[in-house]
């Protein structure tokens, strides 16, 4: 199908464009930006006045559930969920069950995936096996099924001799590997930052120690086997300097910042709000503000959405006993372009965060609407505002700390492929 898409305003980071361009798609790629091809005739206008063009948003971290998990998200509601929020292709954590550890199971979601055609599915692989952190997973087979890195997701890894096995391997091959950096031990039983909200409410802590232990750990076996290393989640300023230093030393490092910490504290937490119940925990206003200055200078290369959506009966409980997580892939555009104007930064930049920095993290050549580009696309409307609530969401997870938020900018259109697989 060849779709015109006109009057929009073009916002393309990689190719540093920012203007009123229309886009021509002819045979599910990018055709022509501006001027027509030759020949040129459209079965489909899309008129995109008053409207931003972009390429489709790219989320280096959305749980879908499946498998094992299907009570809390289908595969079917989380990629609805997906292209409501302008998302055309995700990165997919292994800590489904069973784990993506053994190659028949990535390949069944990839199927699943492409037979729902409605976002691109990345596969994660487990480090190891169970993500039990004993065994390392045959990351050859995981990576010819699909995957296209490896991590332990939200399971420990006490064992530092065998991450440190997996790093020489994944470094051996050129694998990507992923970690969130959180020492077990210090973490234990932890619900809620180590501060003045968890004291008041006796809340059991997770102290910004456990992170940043961790993440010296890793960043210094890095340095000894070389592999190219991405850190999730970031969650402290202390850990942001770390890594500042780290990208300075050279070091082949990459991190992300879960989208929920660049806008909330654990003040946020009030009197035992679940929804607040979050991995990492919220921290304070001064590692927030860390975050978003370590954000602005490139230290942290992309925000994700950190999906996790969970039932209602896990999440009404009490703090300490609900399950963590919350829905976050269709607000993850409206809370990067709230950041964006907070923090006076242009949409060219605030959108790479979520565009082509989380392609080339993931290794894959998208991100962009450069001329021969698969034609994955959002326009969106940045004027337009919205409530969330429980009704207004596709993810059949409902429970976000934003819930009752007023935000601004909604997603009119998703293509995938050239195809309209949204139409708001």
Known sequence: MNIHIKNGRLIDPKNKIDALQDVFIVARKIAAIGIAPSSFVADKIIDASGLIVMPGLIDLAARLREPGYEYMATLESEMQA??????????????????????????????????????????????????????????????????????????PLIDTRVLMRAMQYAATFGYRVWLRPQDSFLAKNGVAHDGEIATRLGLPSIPVVAETTALATILQLARTTGVTLHICHISSAASVEMLRTAKREGLPVTCDVDINHLH???????????????????????????????LLDGTIDAVCSNHSPVDDDAKQLPFAEAEAGATGIELLLPLVLKWAEQAKVPLLDALSRVTIHPAQILGQKMGHLTVGAHADLCVFDPKASWKVA?????SQGKNTP???????????????????????
Not at 92 to 111: N, Q, R, W
């Open 82 to 155: 997906a292209v409501a929020g302008g998302v055309t292709s995700l990165a997919c954590p292994p800590d489904t069950d069973p784990p993506l550890d053994e190659p028949g199971l990535v390949e069944m979601l990839k199927h699943r995936a492409r037979s729902l055609n409605q976002c691109r599915v990345f596969p994660i692989g487990a480090l190891t096996y169970g993500l039990k952190g004993a065994e390392l997973t045959e990351m050859i087979e995981l990576t010819d099924a699909g995957c296209k890195a490896f991590s332990q997701a939200d399971a």
């Open 264 to 294: 909330l504290t654990e003040m946020d937490i009030g009197y035992f709000d679940a929804n607040c119940h979050l991995v990492p925990p919220l921290r304070s206003l001064r590692d927030k503000d860390g975050l978003r200055a370590g």
């Open 402 to 424: 934003f819930n009752g938020y007023e935000m601004q900018g909604r997603v009119r259109y998703t293509l995938l492929d050239g195809q309209v697989v949204y139409q708001g």
């Open 390 to 394: 429980p009704s207004a969401l596709k």
